[in-house]
């Protein structure tokens, strides 16, 4: 199975940008569904946007929309979550994972649609 990397996390201050990214070892991770999961200690992941196989079509949930954006690059094999005007609550660690299943414009909104998970890179936002 491929293995999925991220990257871009750090430590940064409320109101600031950060993109993270998303590197794949194989060949499928362009012909799958992408997502990014967020996970705190103690609460329920939370999967915040997603991207299909054709781009076409994404997913962000409320608690992002209109501030993250997620796309991909085909020729190196990596999606990207650009995440602005960052607020303490945006803290997490920041999982990428592909959805194998999905036809071309399908994006999986439930967690449990991802099969192959990154181990996360992590983001602190400081007030």
């Known amino acids: 199975q491929e293995q999925l990397v991220e990257s871009g996390g750090g430590l940064v201050q409320a109101g600031d940008s950060l993109r993270l990214s998303c590197a794949a070892s194989?060949?499928?991770?362009?012909?799958?569904?992408v997502g990014w999961i967020r996970q705190n200690p103690g609460k329920e992941r939370e999967l915040i946007a997603g991207?299909?196989?054709?781009?076409?079509?994404?997913y962000y949930a409320d608690s992002v929309k209109d501030r993250f954006s997620i796309s991909r690059d085909y020729v190196k094999n990596m999606v990207y979550l650009q995440m602005n005007d960052l607020k303490p609550e945006d803290t997490a660690v920041y999982l990428c994972?592909?959805?194998?299943?999905?036809?071309?414009?399908?994006?999986?909104?439930?967690?449990?649609?991802?099969?192959?998970w990154g181990q996360g890179t992590e983001v602190i936002v400081s007030s």
């Open positions: 991207i299909s196989w054709s781009s076409v079509r994404t």
């Open positions: 194989g060949s499928r991770f362009s012909t799958s569904a």
């Open positions: 994972a592909a959805d194998y299943a999905g036809d071309y414009h399908y994006v999986a909104t439930s967690i449990d649609e991802y099969d192959n």
